[in-house]
Antibody, heavy 119, light 106 residues
């Protein structure tokens, strides 16, 4: 059974940093591209970033380019999202997602971790 | 960015047939996918590539469309289908989601 468990969320002040983790199990982690998707409170879903199966390629939405860094440790089956220079508009639940093909849909999702950016 | 437009909400009675639409601001070929999100839970994949049913998803769910107009159909609707449904395209960068359609049961 695929399991994705996010951690690392919480309250952070604007301008500060936070690092999210996603522990994966139940599948061969290093065979799959992975992504982060966020959802602001009472709002819709928004793709944030994607990393290729081997970590060689990364992709970001424009609003987080230069501030967020997606990475992975295949030996630990763990996905990360380093979030720097956080803004109030980054407040959201962040979901880790497994991408099941090169055609880029999100096959499995974690339960999410809430990041609140506020002073 | 490719904007995906969905009706905000629908209300139907159990046993009825419901269609949820998603219109794209530009063609996305058949790279359209559908998700279900129940209150307080993470989204789950229902349909990929416009019309392919994800494993384990009841056959009551089906998808159709290509280009700019897509439809998710639930027939018949059951009480457990109360949720918000999102479409997502992966043809154009960045990948985008629709605003969601909240389905309520009467």
């Amino acid at each position: 059974e695929v399991q994705l468990v996010e951690s690392g969320g919480g309250l952070v002040q604007p301008g500060r940093s936070m690092k999210l983790s996603c522990a994966a199990s139940g599948f061969t982690f290093n065979n799959y591209d992975m992504a982060w998707v966020c959802q602001a409170p009472k709002k819709g879903l928004e793709w944030v970033a994607t990393i290729s199966y081997d970590g060689s390629s990364t992709y970001y939405r424009d609003s987080v380019k230069g501030r967020f860094t997606i990475s992975r440790d295949n030996a630990k089956s763990t996905l990360y999202l380093q979030m720097d220079s956080l803004r109030s508009e980054d407040t959201a639940t962040y979901y880790c997602a497994l991408m099941d093909s090169g055609l880029n849909w999100f096959a499995y999702w974690g339960q999410g971790t809430l990041v609140t950016v506020s002073s | 960015d490719t904007v995906l437009t969905q009706s905000p909400a629908l209300a139907v009675s159990p046993g009825e047939r419901v269609t949820i639409s998603c219109r794209a601001s530009e063609s996305v070929s058949t790279l359209m996918h559908w998700y279900q999100q129940k209150p307080g839970q993470q989204p789950t994949l229902l349909i990929y590539l416009a019309s392919n049913l994800e494993s384990g998803v009841p056959a009551r769910f089906s998808g159709s469309g290509s280009g700019t107009d897509f439809t998710l159909t639930i027939d018949p609707v059951e009480a457990d289908d109360t949720a918000t449904y999102y479409c997502q395209q992966s043809w154009n960068d960045p990948w985008t989601f629709g605003g969601g359609t909240k389905l309520e049961l009467k």
